[in-house]
């Protein structure tokens, strides 16, 4: 199974900070990565797909890279709504697997 | 975007058996793979089974395998899973979730989720 690792798995921030969060597979994994905010009591959400491809709707202040083993989410200027847990996931093979989660709380 | 609402969670003994449905609505479910994934109290996200468009093709997670069945019925935009021999490891809110065809599967539409707990 492709393990998912995930970066920090809390980080406090202030409304406006830039916060960067990273994911690394045990494996290559290309670009079959994607990414999902959860607020609490709510499901997840698609963020980024294909390691950079912003979902239809989601704010252009999100944006991902990376390829191979190595991911990022950055936030550019973290609002108020952002304030959330971040999972990343991989579809390159069965079974699915995710990160185990990064908290993003507020400062 | 397809619309999923999941139903028939619950309490359940260890042992004993539930079935989860999901509707789709705002598009044809036929159009979707779809997946259950499941999320336990507090913790992380835990992708547990796989169904392809026409239903032919499944995956599971190991920690399911031989106790869950996912099955769908395109002609009633549902999806199913068949919870067996439940243990109270598998307490969780339990989301249904599809899949587009795409180059980069992704889980494009979450259910609300339905809440099984399993326990005497």
């Known amino acids: 199974d492709i393990q998912l690792t995930q970066a920090p798995s809390s980080l406090s921030a202030s409304v406006g900070d830039r916060v960067t969060i990273t994911c690394r597979a045990s494996?290559?994994?290309?670009?079959?990565l994607n990414w999902y905010q959860q607020k609490p009591g709510k499901a997840p959400k698609l963020l980024i797909h294909?390691?950079?491809n912003l979902q239809t709707g989601v704010p252009s202040r999100f944006s991902g890279s990376g390829s191979g083993t190595d991911f990022t989410l950055t936030l550019s200027g973290v609002q108020p709504e952002d304030f959330a847990s971040y999972y990343c996931q991989q579809s390159l093979s069965f079974p699915r697997t995710f990160g185990q989660g990064t908290k993003l709380e507020i400062k | 975007e397809v619309g999923l609402v999941e139903s028939g969670g619950g309490l359940v003994e260890p042992g004993g058996s539930l079935r989860l449905s999901c509707t789709a609505s705002?598009?044809?479910?036929?159009?979707?793979?779809m997946n259950w994934v499941r999320q336990t109290p507090g913790k992380g996200l835990e992708w547990i089974s796989y169904i392809n468009n026409s239903g032919k093709g499944t995956y599971y997670a190991d920690s399911v395998k031989g106790r869950f069945t996912i099955s769908r019925d395109n002609a009633r935009n549902s999806l199913y899973l068949q919870m067996n021999s439940l243990r109270a490891e598998d307490t969780a809110m339990y989301y249904c979730v599809s899949s587009a065809l795409a180059m980069v599967p992704k889980f494009d539409s979450w259910g609300q989720g339905t809440l099984v707990t399993v326990s005497s």
């Open positions: 494996q290559n994994i290309n670009k079959y």
């Open positions: 705002g598009a044809p479910m036929r159009n979707y793979a």
């Open positions: 294909s390691a950079s």
